[in-house]
């Protein structure tokens, strides 16, 4: 049988759609498996969450690097500072302890005038004094000799700044701790002794005063009162102690 095509071209166009809709048919035929579209998807998320690892670590490294660049930079410009900062905090120590050790000396240097006066003007009559000592360690750091100077001084370089403080103030605490002394003497008089004791006691200078003994003895054929005193010294009010300024005269 023969057709005759009244419409050109339509034939051909029909032929071409067949033909396409084959090739895509044929294409997706291999592909139609489940399986087979899962593993396609897994290796497209797998490759794109590399991907994505791989720009944030490189962003990650490219901010590590500029902070350390930073960093060392920094160090740089602050390492002479620093070292200035720990030089002066090194001269600062020394001088406060050696501030500590001045006050000590200078805090105890008027303080066997002081209670040798007191003792003086509370001694009454027919009352004399034989010996007057002290028994405690003396309270200033200056009564070192050389030898242990220089040990206190490569001790001192080794501590840290907190123990060079902590060291200095044990110096001023120490310098201001009580000095105990003894004070031995003769009376015909007990009532002379209590009012001695009681004298002594009421002054700024002194504390803690207690008889520790008391004996008949015979002085130059004549029975007395032989005594023994133990007391303290005390730091007095500031509106007791009175400062005046020493002028030279002209020569």
Same mark, same amino acid.
């Given at each position: ?51 994505? +690892?791989?720009? @944030? ?16 930079? /920094?160090?740089?410009? #602050? ?16 001088? #406060? ?6 006050? @000590?000396?200078?805090?105890?240097? #008027? ?32 009564? +070192? ?74 002085? /130059? ?31």
């Amino acid at each position: 049988m023969i057709e005759v095509n009244l419409l050109p071209g339509t034939g051909s166009r029909s032929r071409e759609g067949a033909s396409l809709s084959d090739m895509i048919s044929g294409a997706t035929a291999g592909i139609r498996d489940k399986y087979m579209l899962a593993a396609v998807g897994s290796v497209g998320t797998v490759v794109a969450a590399v991907a994505l +690892m791989f720009m @944030s670590q490189s962003n990650l490294e490219r901010t590590l690097t500029e902070r350390e660049q930073k960093a060392m930079q /920094d160090s740089a410009r #602050y390492k002479v500072v620093l070292a200035a900062r720990e030089k002066a905090e090194a001269t600062r120590d020394s001088l #406060y302890h050696q501030v500590a050790i001045i006050k @000590s000396i200078d805090d105890s240097r #008027y303080l066997w005038p002081h209670l040798l006066e007191e003792i003086s003007n509370a001694l009454p009559q027919y009352t004399w004094l034989t010996l007057v000592t002290q028994t405690s360690a003396p309270p200033t750091a200056g009564i +070192m000799d050389s030898t242990k100077k220089k040990a206190v001084a490569d001790s001192v370089k080794k501590l840290s700044a907190a123990e060079k403080k902590a060291r200095a103030e044990a110096v001023l605490a120490d310098a201001a701790r009580a000095t105990k002394f003894r004070v031995v003497g003769h009376t015909v008089d007990i009532q002379a002794l209590t009012l001695f004791m009681k004298t002594l006691e009421a002054s700024p200078y002194i504390q803690n005063v207690q008889l520790t003994r008391s004996d008949l003895v015979i002085v /130059d054929t004549k029975e007395v009162t032989e005594f023994q005193l133990e007391a303290e010294s005390q730091q007095p009010p500031p509106f007791l102690v009175r400062t005046v300024s020493v002028a030279l005269g002209d020569k």
